[in-house]
């Protein structure tokens, strides 16, 4: 958080579904200063909110719901003000009226309970009611009460409004998207639709009776709720009488006037054992028959059926909290949910944005299920329930396996990125937009040498933060890979003099590019800063240095960051013994902070390479090299420039220009830079104790073995057990004869479960 406290960063929040609670809860982020996008297949309201009967009620509910629901309906004249929407807004009173014995004594009782908790409930003679509403037909016995505070509400109105003076007023915006999956790698949740996938600080699913499907879909926990078709009829007009002033409740059967001047009526659900069309069909007919007891001719009168899905959970109560399965997903699903709506929006809003738990929701936890959801502010450690997995029949795109591994091995040894779960979709995204593209034919035909002008331009922008400000794009040349960049930039400056600076320690592949051009690699000392600078000084004393090879951000295997005066330091020995630099950045974009790249210190000796290998996805097979002049990139790709295998991949070469525009890139970087905290995280709480060089944002750690052991015997104990390791002598240019060091890569496994059921392994062999 950069020492910023919550409130002052802006939260990026996605709300699927804009129904009267998706549509509330966005309202309220809104207005908190957050910055929110409302997904929705349809338009707001358009779901059950505008099949609901709609009533604003709280007669009958249990004692310890109803404080709630009597806020909850007060909170309704709050909002209609705020919003300028008094007339979507009817607080007409409802009629309780009992005539079976059973209904009438409960009508008495809830009267009763409804005015201890300080709500109002008037008895009723039959005469009264008559007078009230002359249209229903009360000659039978009565119970009758009048509730004056309950009414209803045009809740697709309101829904639209609240969208309406949301994304007027605030940042607030509403995308006519269909989600697909929701998940969250690391502390990062995401939003992955049609069209591609956000990532945000806070998912609220409130997207009704598609709550299970979507939490099925992305691989969490469902719910006990029960999508239950629930049938009204709506009356366009009734033109023998002046229509109905009140919400009326007569026995099993309840009507009110209709958004549209009609009637709308419904009736108690039916009891359980129905088959779902049975139910919608039964229920339609019962409200017909019903409904000819209360009002003359009712049943005559033209109708049209309607047909909702309520969401009823286990214990019909709200489910509201965040999900312990996946960080930063909040659930809100409810039936009841017109009453409550605008007050729940307020409070989630205030949970989400404010990490505060309000006491009215506690009642309504994820949590009472059992499963693995709960309301508490989301910790590091929860995320790692949450597999970075594969999903669906190509799943094998998104994990990076060892070949040989045997079945439940863990191995710690590629150096390579976690994957998002939803990197997948967007790769075949990608690939059917570029295969959309007019000139499909001509991208495939040309050759792209050194890359297109608009490919480099898109690779400065890239690289941009870490020189301080884009490259010319004459000095560029894009190439298959980090690798490939080291490569033309060792044989660029390696014509003449045939040896490389490297430190002791250090990345071994650079060492295997340096052989194939034979050129000797001359290990130089170094501290947990980096080369040392003296040292390296007395290494170019004999005139035979060409260049040092330096990887200052993340030094693969140590993870040091060397620090702003080491880089001013050895930029400055260089500088004096007219040695280049060649600087090797393949894991600087992935920190959120790094210091400046060396080769901003020295640009007119620095050849400066890096790709999205280790922050985006090794397979995209693209690095960028830039070198000291436009001269000097000319030179160095001359001499691979009619070998075409050198030439950077045409279809690669679009994705990465496609996915550095759109934000892509930056977001599957985002999202795995997340996912290594978390298995930093992880590793600093299973390794307890344990003696290990790492940074928070590095993929891997450099672990001390104990005194008495050797690399072969860890190393082969590991593997007994399952867990794959590196041997630290790899990294040595000359390795000693008593190696106490291991690379252990956390970015490799599939899962964070997955790390730390490795690291425990190693946390065990270790004591
Ligand atoms: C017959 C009946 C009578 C009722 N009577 C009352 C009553 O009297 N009083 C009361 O308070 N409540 C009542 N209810 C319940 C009330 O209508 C609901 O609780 C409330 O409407 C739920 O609102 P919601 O926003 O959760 O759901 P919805 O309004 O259904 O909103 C969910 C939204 O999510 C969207 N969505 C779903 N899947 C996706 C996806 N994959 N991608 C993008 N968007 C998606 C949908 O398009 C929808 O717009 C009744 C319900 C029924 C069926």
Same mark, same amino acid.
């Given at each position: ?13 996605? &709300? ?20 929110? =996008? ?5 338009? @707001? ?42 007339? !979507? ?14 209904? #009438? ?83 990062? @949740? ?7 996938? /956000? ?51 007569? /026995? ?132 790692? /329930? ?33 994957? @998002? ?66 490569? %033309? #930039?060792?044989?660029? =400056? ?22 194939? %051009? ?27 240095? #060409? ?39 393949? !894991? ?16 007119? %000796? ?9 922050? +985006? ?52 970087? /985002? ?37 008495? =052991? ?5 190393? #082969? ?5 399952? &867990? ?36 425990? +392994? ?6």
């Amino acid at each position: 958080m950069r020492g910023l406290s919550r409130k002052e960063l802006t939260m990026k929040i996605g &709300v699927v579904g804009a129904g009267i609670i998706g549509t509330s809860i966005a309202y309220h982020l809104g207005k908190a200063g957050a910055q929110v =996008t409302i997904f929705d297949i349809g338009g @707001p309201g358009d779901g059950v909110s505008s099949k609901s009967f709609a009533c604003l009620n709280a007669f009958g509910q249990p004692a310890a719901d109803l404080p709630f629901r009597l806020e909850a309906i007060r909170y309704h004249s709050t909002i209609a003000r705020e919003l300028g929407s008094e007339r !979507y807004l009817h607080i007409t009173g409802t009629l309780r009226l009992g005539t079976v014995e059973g209904e #009438a004594a409960k009508i008495t009782a809830n009267a009763k309970m409804m005015r201890e908790f300080g709500g109002d409930a008037n008895s009723l003679t039959g005469s009264t009611i008559n007078e009230l509403e002359p249209l229903v037909q009360a000659h039978r016995p009565i119970e009758g009460v009048s509730v004056p505070e309950e009414g209803w509400v045009d809740a697709k109105g309101l829904s639209r409004r609240l969208v309406h003076v949301a994304t007027r007023n605030f940042d607030v915006r509403f995308r006519r998207l269909r989600v697909l999956r929701i998940g969250n790698d690391g502390l990062k @949740p995401w939003v992955n639709y049609d069209l591609g996938t /956000d990532l945000f600080d806070c998912v609220v699913l409130a997207a009704g009776s598609d709550t299970n499907p979507i939490l099925q879909a992305s691989n969490l926990t469902p719910f006990p709720i029960k999508a239950d078709p629930g049938a009204l009829r709506e009356v366009p007009c009734h033109n023998e009488s002046r229509g109905l002033g009140h919400v009326v409740y007569a /026995d099993s059967f309840h009507v009110r006037p209709s958004d549209r001047g009609g009637l709308l009526a419904g009736i108690s659900p039916l009891v359980d054992d129905l088959q779902s069309s049975d139910r919608f069909e039964k229920e339609s007919k019962a409200i017909l028959d019903t409904g000819a007891e209360w009002i003359d001719r009712f049943a005559e009168m033209p109708g049209t059926p309607v047909l909702g899905i309520r969401s009823v959970t286990a214990d019909e109560l709200p489910i509201l909290g965040r999900l312990e399965d996946a960080n930063h997903i909040y659930i809100a699903v409810m039936h009841g949910g017109i009453t409550l709506g605008p007050l729940v929006g307020r409070l989630v809003a205030n949970e989400v944005v404010n990490e505060q738990a309000s006491d009215l929701l506690a009642r309504y936890r994820p949590s009472r299920f059992g499963n693995n959801a709960t309301c508490a502010p989301a910790t590091v450690s929860s995320s790692e /329930d949450r597999r970075v997995a594969p999903m669906g029949p190509n799943a094998s795109v998104e994990v990076q396996r060892d070949i040989s591994l045997l079945k439940g091995e863990i191995s710690l040894i590629r150096s390579t990125p976690p994957a @998002p779960v939803w990197l997948g979709d967007t790769i075949r995204q990608s690939l059917a937009h570029v295969a959309e593209q007019a000139n499909i034919g001509e991208i495939f035909r040309a050759h792209r040498f050194r890359g297109t002008e608009p490919d480099r331009e898109a690779g400065a922008g890239w690289i941009a933060g870490r020189l301080g400000t884009a490259p010319a794009i004459d000095r560029m040349i894009t190439t298959n890979g980090t690798q490939n960049a080291l490569f %033309l #930039a060792t044989l660029a =400056t390696t014509r003449e003099k045939k040896v490389i600076a490297v430190e002791e320690i250090g990345y071994y592949a650079f060492r295997n590019i340096a052989a194939l %051009l034979g050129v000797t690699p001359r290990a130089v000392a170094m501290d947990h800063d980096g080369m040392l600078p003296d040292a390296f000084d007395k290494a170019c004393n004999d005139g035979n240095v #060409a260049a040092v090879y330096l990887q200052p951000t993340v030094h693969n295997p140590t993870a040091y960051v060397m620090s702003v005066e080491r880089r001013q330091e050895l930029a400055a020995v260089a500088r004096r013994n007219n040695v280049q630099i060649l600087e090797d950045d393949v !894991y600087g974009l992935l920190p959120e902070n790094s210091p400046i790249a060396i080769s901003a210190l020295a640009p007119e %000796l620095a050849w400066y390479a890096t790709g999205p290998a280790k922050c +985006v996805a090794p397979g995209l097979r693209i690095g960028y090299l830039v070198a000291p002049t436009a001269q000097a990139a000319a030179a160095a790709f001359a001499p691979v420039s009619t070998v075409t295998t050198w030439h950077v991949s045409p279809l690669v070469a679009e994705i990465a220009q496609q996915w550095i525009r759109d934000g892509t890139m930056g977001a599957i970087r /985002d999202a795995i830079r997340a996912e290594v905290r978390t298995r930093q995280a992880i590793a600093a709480a299973t390794l307890k104790g344990a003696d290990y060089l790492s940074h928070s944002e590095s993929i891997f750690i450099w672990l001390r073995l104990p005194s008495d =052991t050797t690399e072969e015997k860890f190393v #082969a104990s590991a593997r007994s057990r399952g &867990v794959i390791l590196r041997p630290g002598s790899m990294f040595w240019v000359s390795p000693p004869k008593q190696i106490d060091r291991i690379r252990v890569v956390l970015g490799s496994p599939d899962s964070a479960r997955e790390v730390r059921s490795a690291l425990e +392994v190693i946390g065990s062999i270790l004591h």
